[in-house]
Each structure stands twice: as C-alpha cells, then as structure tokens.
T-cell receptor, first 114, second 116 residues
Framework: GAGVSQTPSNKVTEKGKYVELRCDPISGHTALYWYRQSLGQGPEFLIYFQGTGAADDSGLPNDRFFAVRPEGSVSTLKIQRTERGDSAVYLC????????????FGPGTRLTVL | KQEVTQIPAALSVPEGENLVLNCSFTDSAIYNLQWFRQDPGKGLTSLLLIQSSQREQTSGRLNASLDKSSGRSTLYIAASQPGDSATYLCAVRPRNSGGSNYKLTFGKGTLLTVNP
C-alpha cells in the first residue's frame, strides 16, 4: 500500500504569513508524529497523536504552532506568524499503534520563510 | 536527557569498500534502536530496527549491531556502492514507565559518499 504522504513538498512563504502542512499517514495507522529537521541536524519531535487527540504536544516550540487530526487520519500542522527560524524540513511519521512503534516517515515538507 | 552521537559526521570511501558507521547514546534504557537512510531533500527510509533484547539485525549488505550496556550501535555496510551515498541516521526509542516512550531521539547523521 501507499506510504506516508506529505503536501506540499516545498513551501516558500514570507515572514508573518500563516502556513498549513498536511500529512496523510499509512492507512490503518492510529499513531501519527510530527518532527522538525533543521539543516545539519537530526529530526526533533514536535507532537504525537493517538487517534484524533494530541497525546503529547510538548515538542511544539511555541504557541504559534498547532496541529490537528480531526478524523484520526490526515493531520495538519499549522504555523501562524511565521518567522525565519521556522525554516526547516517538517517530517510526518505514522505507526500502527502506540505499542507497534516502528515509525514510517513521509518525504517531508521543506518550509522556507523569507 | 538522551543524547545520540554519530561518528564520523562525514565519510568518503571508494566503491567496494566495507565500512562501519557508529552511533552512541547516553541512556541505555532504550526500547529499540533504528537506522535510517536519508537521501538529499528526501524523507527517512527505515533500514533496520533492533529491539533492546537483540544483538544484531541483518538486511542484505547491511548489518546493525547493538550493545545496549555500553550505549553503542554500529551499522556495517559491505561492498559499498555509489547508490549507498546518503545520510545515515540512528534513532533510539526510550523505555520508560512514565509515558512518552514513542519519542525518537536522533543523531545528526553520517554523510556517506561512495566514489565510483
């Protein structure tokens, strides 16, 4: 079946704008994760969903970042009032459930804030 | 706080060589360790996952070992090919009773270049 998909693959925006990044997990995977990867670094955890609820959003850097998963499948990461420091690759991953935690990653969205 | 270090940061080898990438972690209370491959501008492809009770895993020309007590893992690539050129990342999943053991902690990766 299809893997994790993310759209858009690239997003260029201006400082202060609002952006939405979408993640479509593997069908049947109840757990979904967002990570952020800055240049030359490994990915860092942002938020974890189990089903529709955000079970852990402790990695979100500040209140400009928000994520939803209203129907327990597709998730959207929302960034308000973007700043240049938000430029990074945003990776989404999914796993079958909490216990079966092998995480499968999508191709990422490269966000550039000018 | 778990810290994951990968050495070397970059490695360039001629085609056909066998090579070893290293990963070390500070907290041995892990559930598993995963090796990923990342091509430029792409996402992560899982290569091997080693459970904490295992010592090694093999897939084709790849062999990953785990020494949990010393906080080390190695990824061995046999007979390297130019197509192996990529960044290799290791990540650990913590084992803890307080929840949050789904957060993978990544190293910064090793950039491998295999020259024809």
């Amino acid at each position: 079946g299809a893997g994790v998909s993310q759209t858009p693959s690239n997003k260029v925006t201006e400082k202060g704008k609002y952006v939405e990044l979408r993640c479509d997990p593997i069908s049947g995977h109840t757990a979904l994760y967002w990570y952020r990867q800055s240049l030359g670094q490994g990915p860092e955890f942002l938020i974890y969903f189990q089903g529709t609820g955000a079970a852990d959003d402790s990695g979100l850097p500040n209140d400009r970042f928000f994520a939803v998963r209203p129907e327990g499948s597709v998730s959207t990461l929302k960034i308000q009032r973007t700043e240049r420091g938000d430029s990074a690759v945003y990776l989404c991953a999914s796993s079958l459930d909490y216990d079966n935690n092998e995480q499968f990653f999508g191709p990422g969205t490269r966000l550039t804030v000018l | 706080k778990q810290e994951v270090t990968q050495i070397p940061a970059a490695l360039s080898v001629p085609e056909g060589e066998n090579l070893v990438l290293n990963c070390s972690f500070t907290d041995s209370a892990i559930y598993n360790l995963q090796w990923f491959r990342q091509d430029p501008g792409k996402g992560l492809t899982s290569l091997l996952l080693i459970q904490s009770s295992q010592r090694e895993q093999t897939s084709g020309r790849l062999n990953a070992s785990l020494d949990k007590s010393s906080g080390r893992s190695t990824l061995y690539i046999a007979a390297s090919q130019p197509g192996d050129s990529a960044t290799y990342l290791c990540a650990v999943r913590p084992r803890n009773s307080g929840g949050s053991n789904y957060k993978l902690t990544f190293g910064k990766g090793t950039l491998l270049t295999v020259n024809p």
